[in-house]
């Protein structure tokens, strides 16, 4: 339910006029490949599948170190920072967004932030993220409602994370230039690719005063 909310309310809500979203795909289970977000000179196929789209949701378990798949067989079960390094971006992604626990603490942020080469924000959770089956209670959910609805794309993650999540929960954004704080699809306006070694990171708790 949590990647069907996102899917239907982007597809169905805001894919029309100058919003223009369109469905690529959508793996769920079995068929939510690590492969598919794994750079290419590893065996990966991000470049066939994360890099040709501008929003990359995912929903799964996860932790500092990684995020996991259900099948083990395409190729492993588990997305690590070293899969990813210097690869997001180089093509048409822009934002990556996970609903899984903890990948964004502490210990990993940097190892995370390297996976950027072109893409604007890796959005998630410092802390463990609930998960909600009911469609208009997800993360998902809310995350594209507040896109359609015109709020810059960082934004909407914490307003879905005060919308969906248990008061306490932090989720982040980690920048790859303050300028994609800005990024704002319902008004066309995205910052430039970037490809350096520098990254920024912001964090907002649900339910208290705005991300800092």
């Given at each position: ?16 006029g100058?919003?223009n979203?369109r469905?690529?795909?959508r793996?769920?289970?079995?068929y939510a490949w ?12 991000e470049h ?9 949701f995912?929903?799964?378990?996860g ?14 079960k588990?997305?690590?920072?070293n ?7 180089d093509n048409d992604n822009?934002w990556?967004?996970l609903?899984s626990?903890k990948?964004?603490a502490?210990?990993?942020l940097?190892?995370?932030a390297?996976c950027?080469?072109?893409t604007?924000l890796i ?8 998960a909600?089956?009911?469609?208009s209670g ?14 810059k794309?960082?934004?909407a993650?914490?307003k879905a ?8 929960r932090v ?13 704002r699809?319902?008004?066309?306006y995205?910052c430039s690719?970037s490809w350096?070694?520098?990254?920024w990171v912001q964090?907002?708790?649900a ?5 800092r």
């Open positions: 339910q949590e990647g069907w909310g996102l899917y239907k309310k982007l597809t169905d809500w805001c894919g029309w100058s919003n979203w469905g690529r795909y793996y769920g289970n079995t690590e492969e598919d977000f794994k750079r290419s000179a590893l065996g990966g196929k066939i599948y994360l890099d040709t789209v501008d929003l990359q995912y929903v799964g378990h932790g500092p170190s990684s995020f996991t798949f259900c099948d083990t067989s395409h190729d492993d588990w997305l690590t920072p899969d990813c390094y210097r690869s997001w971006g822009e990556v967004a609903t626990c990948v964004l502490d210990s990993h940097a190892n995370w390297r950027m080469k072109g604007h959005l998630g959770f410092k802390t463990n993220a609930a909600d089956m009911s469609y997800t993360q998902g959910y809310w995350f594209a409602r507040y896109i359609c609805s015109g709020y794309v960082a934004q993650w914490y994370a005060d919308r969906s999540q248990p008061t306490g989720v982040r954004a980690l920048i790859n230039e303050l300028d994609c704080l800005n990024d699809p319902s008004s066309g995205v690719d350096d070694w520098d990254a964090t907002h708790t339910g208290s005063e705005p991300a």
